[in-house]
């Protein structure tokens, strides 16, 4: 079974922190995810990679970037948190050439 | 970009119900996956159906990409199966990329 880990489930932090979340696969995938999603308003990529230390925009990188220095993780980093990032953040992986994603079960980030 | 619609937005079923979620998009995809979103946040992949017709138990999906909607038909829903319906699409060249709808939210009722 793909297997999807994010570091936390819930985190709360203060406005301006720095704020790292973590995904781990353990499929080999070459893809690799980090979605937002708030109420409303369905998932919205961020940020993918589809290679180590390879990355693309996705539709709202804007106050977020992102690190893949192994091909099992992939780090999103908020480099001064607000407070209109608080939201559910959602990473998934998926093999090269096959489109099925794998999603983790999510962290809910509280930014006060 | 590609814009996916997905209705209804709610449905609210007595258990043994059947029921037809649908997505509509703006523009031809190549990938086109349907995901089922329980109470407690898992998303799970239910299909991977760009075109044609696919069955999972009493999940079953159709993708009419040349009209550009697909179906997602629940035969004789249990409580399990409450939770948000996502369809998700790609069309660009890397179809890696997916745009997801607003989802559907389903609640069943014993």
């Known amino acids: 079974d793909v297997k999807v880990t994010q570091s936390s489930r819930y985190l709360v932090k203060r406005t301006g922190e720095k704020v790292f979340l973590e995904c781990v696969q353990d499929?080999?995938?070459?893809?690799m995810f980090w979605y937002r999603q708030d109420p409303g308003l369905g998932l919205r990529l961020i940020y993918f990679?589809?290679?180590?230390?390879?990355?693309e925009k996705g539709d709202i990188p804007e106050g977020y970037s992102v690190s893949r220095e192994k091909k099992e993780r992939f780090s999103l980093i908020l480099e001064s948190a607000s407070t209109n990032q608080t939201s559910m953040y959602l990473c998934?992986?998926?093999?090269?050439?096959?489109?099925?994603?794998?999603f983790g079960p999510g962290t809910r980030l509280l930014v006060l | 970009g590609i814009q996916v619609e997905q209705s209804p937005p709610d449905l609210i079923l007595q258990e043994g119900a059947n029921s037809t979620l649908r997505c509509n998009f703006s523009?031809?995809?190549?990938?086109l996956q349907w995901f089922h979103q329980n109470p407690w946040g898992q998303l799970i992949n239910l299909f991977y159906?760009?075109?044609g017709t696919k069955q999972n138990g009493r999940l079953s999906a159709t993708t009419v990409a040349t009209e550009r909607y697909s179906l997602l038909y629940i035969s004789s829903s249990q409580t399990t199966d409450s939770g948000v319906y996502f369809c998700?699409?790609?069309?660009?060249?890397?179809?890696?990329?997916?745009?997801f709808g607003k989802g559907t939210k389903l609640t069943v009722n014993p």
């Open positions: 998700a699409v790609g069309n660009q060249g890397g179809s890696e990329k997916l745009v």
């Open positions: 998934a992986s998926s093999l090269l050439g096959q489109e099925t994603q794998y």
């Open positions: 990679s589809y290679d180590v230390k390879m990355k």
């Open positions: 159906i760009p075109s």
């Open positions: 523009d031809s995809v190549n990938n």
């Open positions: 499929m080999d995938h070459e893809n």
